[in-house]
T-cell receptor, first 109, second 112 residues
Framework: KQEVTQIPAALSVPEGENLVLNCSFTDSAIYNLQWFRQDPGKGLTSLLLIQSSQREQTSGRLNASLDKSSGRSTLYIAASQPGDSATYLCAVTGNQFYFGTGTSLTVIP | GAVVSQHPSWVICKSGTSVKIECRSL??????MFWYRQFPKQSLMLMAT?????????EQGVEKDKFLINHASLTLSTLTVTSAHPEDSSFYIC????????FGPGTRLTVL
């Protein structure tokens, strides 16, 4: 069964710092990987989708990479802002959809 | 992008009652929809896969008689929590695929 792990579980950084969130998965047979943002008590907002044939995707200050063979993905956030504070989830799609454990990010003004 | 809606956005009910949550794909059709549950400070957990025109597929440990799923049309799936108890209080989210997964805004259920 696919297991998706995110490290660190929580992260606190001062405003303006660049940061990296990590996601690892045990089964490399995936169709795609998505990164989501979840604000407290809210639904999910899709940030980036990487198809299994792709190695990275970029949107604004966000860059996500995928190394399927090693079962890893990273989400890079440049020049962090307080508004980036949220929980970030990665999810992989294989036969089913599997979510990671999440990273709670706090950006301190 | 595609839009998925959920109704209600929050509900409070008494223990022992049943609650129905709707998930709609507003501008696309979905033969499959997914239901998730999230307890406080925990990640989302897939509960079941809703299949239009056939029975839902439940994840291990999810009681299918308690969480009734009906995928009546290509744009609507419903999750009914039967005989709800306080431990069912949670945040329920649905998603539907249209290229990528699109998520509903979630329904917060509180059982008193």
């Amino acid at each position: 069964k696919q297991e998706v792990t995110q490290i660190p579980a929580a992260l606190s950084v001062p405003e303006g710092e660049n940061l990296v969130l990590n996601c690892s998965f045990t089964d490399s047979a995936i169709y795609n990987l998505q990164w989501f943002r979840q604000d407290p008590g809210k639904g999910l907002t899709s940030l980036l989708l990487i198809q299994s044939s792709q190695r990275e995707q970029t949107s604004g200050r966000l860059n996500a990479s995928l190394d399927k063979s090693s079962g890893r993905s990273t989400l890079y956030i440049a020049a962090s802002q307080p508004g980036d504070s949220a929980t970030y989830l990665c999810a992989v799609t294989g036969n089913q959809f599997y979510f990671g454990t999440g990273t709670s990010l706090t950006v301190i003004p | 992008g595609a839009v998925v809606s959920q109704h209600p956005s929050w509900v409070i009910c008494k223990s022992g009652t049943s609650v129905k949550i709707e998930c709609r794909s507003l501008d696309f059709q979905a033969t499959t929809m997914f239901w998730y549950r999230q307890f406080p400070k925990q990640s989302l957990m897939l509960m079941a896969t809703s299949n239009e025109g056939s029975k839902a597929t439940y994840e291990q440990g999810v009681e299918k008689d308690k969480f009734l799923i009906n995928h009546a049309s290509l744009t609507l799936s419903t999750l009914t929590v039967t005989s709800a108890h306080p431990e069912d209080s949670s945040f329920y989210i649905c998603s539907a695929p249209s290229g990528e997964q699109f998520f509903g805004p979630g329904t917060r259920l509180t059982v008193l």
